[in-house]
């Protein structure tokens, strides 16, 4: 079905770790986005990916997509502080749909 | 940097009654959503609009819900007979382009139905 495997759920992680989260489907693809969402405000756009195998950064953030069109993965290279919040992998499906089907969200604490 | 702008930030109505929830999509954006969040799950989508017309919908985006853009900037969701179900937070998103190109939110309303 149209449904995506967000994992992990949550991770605690120490102030200058690097993070990975990553989301599959058993469905094909054919845009991932990577969305940052704080307390209390709307999912903010971090990477937008369109094709197989593009990998792209934004600053110490880097994403990939999945070769099969099937799954991405998020990196955070030298986490901060301000990195925590929930972050949600969203995907277009392939045959045209307008909509976003969201992962369930990975929320981040980062300890200073 | 231009934003999708959300119109209360929190509603609270009586269950059984209607609300219209507003948004400003980004000036130059020709494709509309709406999507909800129940407290703690993820987001769901609800509706798309281009056209003034609606070209998607999910089977959540039933008869008791409806869209509309009464002018040039706004972009309205109306949810007639309120059930305590629907309390979640609404975001509106915008984009250039329906299939491509990637949509931006604003930071929602919060509904709460007693």
């Known amino acids: 079905g149209q449904q995506l495997n967000q994992s992990p759920q949550s991770m605690f992680i120490q102030e200058g770790e690097d993070v990975s989260m990553n989301c599959t489907s058993s469905?094909?693809?054919?845009?991932w986005l990577w969305y940052k969402q704080d307390p209390g405000e709307g999912p903010v756009l971090l990477i937008a990916?369109?094709?197989?195998?593009e990998l792209t950064s934004n600053g110490r953030l880097t994403a990939q997509f999945g070769i099969t069109r099937k799954d991405s993965f998020l990196n955070i290279s030298a986490s901060i502080p301000s990195d925590v919040g929930i972050y949600f992998c969203a995907g277009r499906f392939q045959g045209g749909s307008e909509k976003l089907v969201f992962g369930k969200g990975t929320k981040l604490t980062v300890n200073p | 940097e231009p934003e999708v702008t959300q119109t209360p930030s929190h509603q609270v109505t009586q269950m059984g009654q209607e609300v219209i929830l507003r948004c400003v999509p980004i000036?130059?954006?020709?494709?509309f959503y709406w999507y909800r969040q129940i407290l703690g799950q993820k987001v769901e989508f609800l509706v798309s609009?281009?056209?003034?017309?609606?070209?998607?919908k999910s089977e959540i985006f039933d008869d008791q819900f409806s869209v509309e853009r009464p002018d040039g900037s706004n972009f309205t969701l109306k949810i007639r007979s309120t059930k305590l179900e629907d309390s979640a937070m609404y975001f509106c998103?915008?984009?250039?382009?329906?299939?491509?190109?990637?949509?931006?939110f604003g930071d929602g309303t919060r509904l709460s139905i007693l």
């Open positions: 000036s130059n954006h020709l494709y």
């Open positions: 998103a915008s984009s250039e382009e329906g299939r491509v190109q990637p949509q931006h």
């Open positions: 609009f281009y056209n003034n017309e609606i070209s998607e």
């Open positions: 469905s094909i693809f054919n845009t």
């Open positions: 990916l369109y094709k197989a195998g």
